[in-house]
């Protein structure tokens, strides 16, 4: 498996079309429960997530603030599967980074 979302159902479904397999969640409990099946830190086997781990994990925003520390500690350890984030149905969080506004701090210029 190569990809795999966590987020809102519509965009779950809308990724499914492409054939990206995932799973939709509505609170922190259910947000954090699909991240360590999908990482692999859940000793419980998913009937959603098959063995093998996903090289891209595609995160929703609002999926990304509820598990804000466990992402950090999980990247920090530099293990696939890479995590990305994108925006929710209602558009960019309000307050977060785009990847242009990170790459734009890090580098020091605008191009």
């Given amino acids: 498996m190569d990809y ?9 479904l809308a990724f499914g079309l492409v054939g990206v397999k995932g799973v939709s969640v509505s609170d922190r409990t259910e947000a954090l429960d699909a991240f360590n099946k999908v990482t692999g830190q859940s000793e419980e086997l998913s009937s959603v997530v ?3 781990i996903p090289r891209v994990l595609i995160l929703t925003e609002d999926v990304s603030v509820m598990l804000e520390e466990e992402i950090t500690a999980w ?11 994108v925006p929710p149905l209602e558009g960019k969080i309000k307050g977060k980074k785009s990847l242009s506004d990170s ?5 020091g210029i605008s191009v």
């Fill in 103 to 107: 790459i734009r701090e890090a580098v």
């Fill in 75 to 85: 990247q920090l350890k530099g293990k696939l599967p890479l995590i990305v984030e």
């Fill in 50 to 52: 098959s063995k093998d």
């Fill in 4 to 12: 795999f979302i966590i987020g809102e159902r519509e965009l779950v």
